[in-house]
């Protein structure tokens, strides 16, 4: 899937959050066809059964697409998600590196929908996310200033 307009390079996208920082989020490669970054799992992500918590792997997913969604979104351009659905298929163990790969499946003019698949080290899948991300504006920016005031 391709944009029809001219896509951002890797100087345009702003650092990684102090979110996607404290859960030490990796990026791999960072194109407009695919966004590939990992964690390592670490004790603090776990879940009350000692495995991944389903949020620290939807912070992977969500990482991943909110990056290829920005690297598709022309200049001046901002993104939210506006819709997350995630499908857990297997457990992953403390200790192990989750993969993300996230592909767009839709570029629209107002919305990008985009495909994260997450992988365990051996390469089977853990679980596959769909993501809807909303363009924004600077109109849409500053409406919302004014709303806030």
Known sequence: MMADHETRTLDEIP????????LGIEFALCTPEE???????????????GV??????????????????????????SNTTIETKT????????????????VPVHIGRF???LQVTTTRPEGKVAA???QTQM???????????????
């Open 128 to 130: 596959v996310t769909l």
């Open 15 to 22: 650092p990684p959050s102090a979110f996607s920082a404290l």
């Open 35 to 49: 966004v590939v970054c990992s964690l390592v799992v670490t004790e603090a992500m776990g879940n009350r059964n």
């Open 111 to 113: 919305t990008i929908v």
């Open 52 to 77: 991944l918590h389903g949020g620290a792997l939807m912070a992977l997913a969500d990482t991943a697409a909110s990056t290829a969604s920005f690297i598709n979104s022309p200049a001046g351009v």
């Open 87 to 102: 499908n857990f298929i297997r457990p992953v163990l403390v200790g192990e590196t989750l993969t993300a790969r996230c």
């Open 135 to 149: 363009l924004l504006s600077s109109e849409h920016r500053r409406d919302e200033e004014k709303h806030r005031r």
